[in-house]
């Protein structure tokens, strides 16, 4: 599936994609003892802010440490995307690259996937505290699962697209398929952003009547990786968030294909075939101009 396999939107899709699975029950939903939410802070201004108060996004992805995204997700107001973004710090700090290396050298003689994992423990460590679990990491799957019970509208979306088939009717599905184009559309968030376009790429909601435009003998497979790619390309265009060396940037990198150097764009160029690439480009340009 494109969205396991150009790993985008890891924790936020997984998260969501457990919690649509899910039913709403004495079992898994928020305990007292999950760790409480702060309750918004004016004191908290050191980054740049919306209208609301609220940390922006766009802004927390470029944070120069862990703290300040996990401090925003702990908000009782935070927004799914600071959500689904604290998922992914919380993943990328927590991976073990000494385990990492110690796997690969016994399997395979690469050295670029040693270079990537030198350049991804040197980001863990100006960028990520000591001592980061999985704690924090359910901690955020409750509220997103409190979030898709309570009918917050980006979460209940996600979470329905997620679980479509194709034993949904077609005019159901068609409606799916606008609603998230129009709130992919409007949204502050790259991380609701890419879950919502990446959905769309899926069998049970992609629209076949956009192959049309491929390029000359370019088959299925190459196509839907090259628009799977190009909504990366998108989102770092429109949200300005995926810079050398950033937190986007390794979360899509590893463990085997970060380098020093490394933007949004350079990884998607590294991935793709120079035709897919130029496809890749011109479809993040369609998807723009819908925006």
């Given at each position: 599936m494109i969205k396991?396999?150009?790993?985008?939107?890891?924790?936020g899709l997984l998260?969501?994609?457990?919690?649509?699975c899910q039913q709403p029950s004495a079992a898994n939903a928020p305990s007292s003892a999950a760790p409480s939410r702060e309750q918004p802070s004016s004191s908290r201004a050191n980054l740049q802010v919306a209208s609301s108060h609220r940390p922006v996004e766009s802004v927390?992805?470029?944070?120069?440490?862990?703290?300040a995204i996990q401090q925003a997700a702990q908000q009782a107001d935070a927004q799914l995307g600071i959500l689904m973004l604290a998922s992914t710090a919380t993943q990328v700090c927590s991976a073990d690259t000494a385990d990492m290396q110690r796997f690969f050298s016994e399997r395979f003689d690469d050295s670029d996937t040693v270079t990537s994992l030198a350049e991804l423990r040197s980001f863990q460590s100006q960028f990520c505290p000591p001592g980061i679990g999985p704690d924090l990491l359910e901690a955020n799957t409750q509220e997103i699962q409190r979030r898709v019970e309570a009918g917050d509208a980006e979460a209940?979306?996600?979470?329905?697209?997620?679980?479509v088939d194709d034993e949904m009717a077609a005019t159901d599905r068609a409606s799916l398929r606008l609603a998230a184009m129009k709130m992919s559309a409007t949204t502050r968030s790259p991380s609701v952003y890419e879950a919502?376009?990446?959905?769309?790429?899926e069998d049970p909601l992609f629209d076949?009547?956009?192959?049309?435009?491929?390029?000359l003998g370019m088959d299925d497979a190459t196509l839907r990786e090259?628009?799977?790619?190009?909504?990366?390309?998108?989102?770092?265009?429109?949200?300005?968030?995926?810079?050398?060396?950033?937190?986007?940037v390794f979360r899509m990198c590893m463990p085997h294909h970060c380098r020093p150097g490394l933007d949004g764009r350079g990884y998607v160029r590294d991935r793709l075939s120079r035709d897919a690439f130029e496809e890749a480009q011109r479809r993040a340009q369609r998807?723009?101009?819908q925006s």
């Open positions: 396991r396999a150009l790993h985008l939107v890891i924790a998260v969501l994609t457990t919690t649509a927390l992805w470029q944070a120069p440490r862990y703290e209940r979306l996600i979470s329905v697209l997620l679980d919502l376009q990446i959905s769309l790429l076949q009547s956009e192959t049309g435009r491929r390029p090259a628009w799977g790619y190009a909504v990366l390309l998108a989102s770092c265009e429109r949200f300005g968030h995926c810079g050398a060396g950033s937190l986007h998807l723009l101009a």
